[in-house]
């Protein structure tokens, strides 16, 4: 047993192998990290590459995300699931208007493809209410391409969006 606790140590972190003074084990010095800071690049014990960022007064300041065109869409296709039952409903909503799935009820307030690939994502801003409550399940846009990134959080039933619709 304890042959393999020495393996492990052996694996794992030579330098620990050298602190409780393992014979016949050939290790390298820790360097002394607490007098200098280290450069943006430094090799330790073990192999483990530190890298530091430079976050000061002069440091790159990060680039803002493109802009996608966009453009707004007549209506779009959401797909709803009851998660009890299994059950899956697709919804045709036009702007402005209110469907019922389940004990939600799903406004679509409005929708938007980017220009230059309108088949390519939908951006939906939705608000759904469940039945007894008094604020909004949700209110929000959510992505098909990422429905996660803002998602329904509700026990019973799920609401995303599969697409704008065109027509």
Known sequence: MRALLVLALLAAAPAAAQEFGL???????????????????EII???????????GPGAAEPRAAPRVAVREAPGAVLRGLDKVSGRVTDLELSVGETASFGKLTVALDDCRVPVENPTGDAYAHL???????????FDGWMIASSPALSALDHPRYDVWVIRCRMS
């Open 45 to 55: 014990g073990g192999g483990i590459v530190v890298e530091t960022l430079d976050i």
């Open 23 to 41: 014979p016949g084990v050939e290790t390298e010095p820790l360097p002394d990290l607490s007098t200098e800071a280290p450069p943006s690049e």
């Open 127 to 137: 608000t759904v209410r469940a039945e007894g409550m008094e604020k909004p399940a």
